[in-house]
């Protein structure tokens, strides 16, 4: 049986793996790739053994630091990066929520001053599975349901 790709190799970037098809576009936005100078290549709804489908995301020529990637541990913890050099993956990451999560995520509270000021949304991690925050202003936890993105 020949293999084939679905989404075309790059020369040098970072490929982020094993998204959840439904968070993908989350992933698109908590990264900021919607404003990427460099080629951002995505496919959704990909075949995958271990999750039936999944999504992945290929950016050419960019490299993220730890804590940038793990925002996105937030919608997809199974995430797996692979950073690529000259077509070959020279490191392998796997994603972790950090321990604080700043300007990603809305306040649920509709009575928070992060809601009503121009201050940037900071909340700390309380709990992983299922995920906890609470916000540094006005004390609410938000749980993974109540989690808004801007």
Do not use: W
Not at 28 to 51: H, P, R, W, Y
Not at 77 to 97: D, T
Request: glycine share 4%; charged share 25%; proline share 3%.
């Amino acid at each position: 049986m020949q293999k084939h790709l679905k989404v075309s190799a790059i020369k040098d970037g970072t490929v982020i793996d094993h998204i959840p098809t439904k968070a993908l576009f989350k992933v698109i936005k908590i990264l900021n790739l919607e404003n990427c100078s460099q080629m951002v290549t995505f496919g959704n709804n990909l075949d995958s053994k271990a999750m039936g489908t999944k999504a992945i995301i290929k950016i050419a020529n960019r490299y993220f630091a730890d804590e940038e990637l793990n925002k996105i541990a937030l919608v997809a913890p199974h995430a797996k990066l692979n950073i690529i050099r000259n077509y070959e993956v020279i490191e392998k990451k796997v994603v972790e929520i950090p321990k604080e999560i700043k300007g990603i995520v809305r306040c649920f509270n509709p009575k928070c001053i992060s809601n009503g000021e121009q201050v940037t949304t900071r909340f700390e991690i309380l709990s992983v599975k299922p995920i906890a925050m609470k916000c540094y202003y006005c004390e609410k936890i938000t749980n993974e349901n109540e989690m808004m993105f801007f």
